[in-house]
């Protein structure tokens, strides 16, 4: 069984960085998908970024030049780093894995940039 499991969140000033963190855990291929999307109150999920197993990454135009999407598939984590925050950026950060065919969330981690 694959568990995900988001960490990093927090509060944060306009400007400031953040990183959160993607584990994941159970039998996972090396050959997967993650994307970080976000939901913020009253709105759609949102996909933010994605990355591939050949670290092809993908970002959504609010963040690009701001998040850097990676991962260390030893460690069978994924990482966004994010960076010149905004408070449009204040969301339910969810992180999602997909491979053989399945999806599997994490239960988000909370990014709240305001001064």
């Known amino acids: 069984q694959v568990h995900v499991v988001e960490s990093g969140g927090g509060l944060v000033q306009p400007g400031g960085s953040l990183r959160l963190s993607c584990a994941a855990s159970?039998?996972?291929?090396?050959?997967?998908?993650v994307g970080w999307y976000r939901q913020a109150p009253g709105t759609q999920r949102e996909l933010v970024a994605t990355?591939?197993?050949?670290?092809?990454?993908t970002y959504v135009n609010s963040v690009k030049g701001r998040f850097t999407i990676s991962r260390d598939n030893a460690k069978k984590m994924v990482y966004l780093q994010m960076k010149s925050l905004k408070p449009e950026d204040t969301a339910v950060y969810y992180c999602?894995?997909?491979?053989?065919?399945?999806?599997?969330w994490g239960q988000g981690t909370q990014v709240t940039v305001s001064s």
């Open positions: 159970g039998t996972i291929s090396t050959w997967y998908v």
């Open positions: 999602n894995l997909m491979t053989g065919g399945s999806n599997y």
């Open positions: 990355i591939t197993s050949t670290e092809t990454t």
